[in-house]
């Protein structure tokens, strides 16, 4: 998979492959040598690389580096208490004190998805979250189930309402997942144009960005990632109707959690360095409550089919639905490997030479 150097850094555009259980095994390395329980560093590196398999580079490896250096700032409690502090019929709520906020969000979704079995329905909030990864990891859990997922979060105060120029909310990602015979329909977005990992990654690359992504400082469009990220503002992905889903969020997983919400969470200009605050909710619903598992995975495939069948606007060669190429990418990811890019390679031989690991990605 790739022939890029095992110990040496690689230049500037080389891409290698990673074998996608030995990248895991690093990741998980990698957290251990910062006091992390296995398990719960198992379960860091595994979202982590979903994310790459699935295409989501943004919320993959990526983030490791940044990781680490928020532990060594104490801005990721490594050994968190992750809790339930109140729990009442089909509601929960999770505090994550302070720890990767993947541990809290997998708790909420597993509550949830346990209080579905007897009430049809649960939701569970949770606060005081770090970054979550990708969201859509926790859906696809009720998925995995026989469930319908639902799961959102606010974050850093990076975008500013619709027509304001005060940074209040998050990117606010959303995401929901229904049980699928074959593969899951999944749908897993920012309600900003793009998640601010996509500018991070493309400012680690030094690319430019298409002018819809963010606002310079002045409030006109720019290419520029760092500009946006350092002192600009990103774009609600449908302008008003974007914002509207953000507010939800907001209500959801900041205000009925408990946790931090509006201005009140902490802005985040460089990953890493800068705090990362989040709270969620995370919703289960029992199929089997409505009718049985294969007549709604039977009815979704029919759904499937006629909007796979569509008839094709100009230059439009497929139709895709919700999930899709995701899983089409990870079944490559999966065979061929994962690329990685030289600045995300050089920054995991970076962390294999400060923890003395040994470092074999292909």
Same mark, same amino acid.
Do not use: C
């Given at each position: 998979m790739g022939n890029a150097s095992r110990s040496q850094k690689t230049t500037e555009g080389t891409v290698i492959?990673?074998?996608?259980?030995?990248?895991?095994?690093?990741?998980?390395?990698?957290?251990?040598?910062?006091?992390?329980?296995?398990?719960?560093?198992?379960?860091?590196?595994?979202?982590?690389?979903?994310?790459?398999?699935?295409?989501?580079?943004?919320?993959?490896?990526?983030?490791?580096?940044?990781?680490?250096?928020?532990?060594?700032?104490?801005?990721?409690?490594?050994?968190?208490?992750?809790?339930?502090?109140?729990?009442?019929?089909? +509601? =929960?709520?999770?505090?994550?004190?302070?720890?990767? /906020?993947? &541990?809290?969000?997998?708790? %909420?979704?597993e509550t949830a998805i346990e209080k579905a079995r007897n009430f049809g329905i649960s939701m569970a909030t949770a606060r005081n979250l770090t970054h979550t990864g990708m969201i859509g990891f926790y859906t696809m859990m009720a998925a995995d189930q026989g469930m319908i997922g639902l799961a959102m979060n606010n974050g850093a105060a990076i975008v500013p309402p619709f027509g304001g120029v005060t940074p209040t909310f998050g990117t606010n990602p959303f995401s929901v997942a229904f049980p699928g015979s074959k593969n899951h329909v999944v749908l897993d977005m920012a309600t900003t144009t793009v998640a601010a990992g996509k500018l991070r990654l493309a400012a680690k690359k030094g690319d430019?960005?298409?002018?819809?992504?963010?606002?310079?400082?002045?409030?006109?469009? +720019? =290419?520029?990632?760092?500009?946006?990220?350092?002192? /600009?503002? &990103?774009?609600?992905?449908? %302008?008003?109707?974007?914002?509207?889903?953000?507010?939800?969020?907001?209500?959801?997983?900041?205000?009925l959690s408990g946790g931090l919400f509006g201005r009140n969470v902490p802005p985040l200009k460089e990953f890493g360095r800068d705090p990362i605050i989040a709270n969620g909710a995370y919703i289960a619903i029992d199929v089997e409550k409505f009718m049985p598992l294969s007549y709604f995975s039977q009815r979704l495939e029919e759904l499937t089919s006629q909007i796979q069948t569509s008839a094709l606007g100009p230059g439009v060669k497929r139709i895709l639905v919700a999930g899709q190429p995701e899983f089409e990418l990870k079944e490559q990811r999966s065979k061929e490997g994962i690329p990685i890019i030289s600045e995300v390679y050089n920054e995991l031989l970076q962390l294999s030479e400060d923890y003395s690991i040994k470092f074999d990605l292909i």
């Open positions: 492959q990673a074998a996608p259980e030995k990248l895991r095994h690093f990741v998980s390395e990698v957290l251990r040598k910062e006091k992390v329980e296995l398990k719960e560093a198992n379960l860091v590196a595994k979202v982590l690389v979903e994310a790459d398999l699935r295409g989501v580079d943004s919320h993959g490896v990526t983030r490791l580096s940044g990781y680490i250096t928020m532990i060594r700032s104490e801005l990721i409690n490594p050994r968190p208490n992750v809790r339930v502090v109140k729990e009442e019929g089909a +509601t =929960s709520i999770i505090d994550g004190d302070s720890g990767f /906020g993947m &541990l809290g969000a997998k708790l %909420g979704m430019p960005i298409p002018l819809d992504w963010g606002f310079d400082r002045h409030g006109n469009p +720019t =290419s520029d990632p760092r500009e946006v990220l350092q002192n /600009g503002l &990103l774009q609600w992905a449908g %302008g008003y109707k974007g914002f509207g889903l953000a507010t939800m969020i907001e209500v959801l997983g900041g205000i």
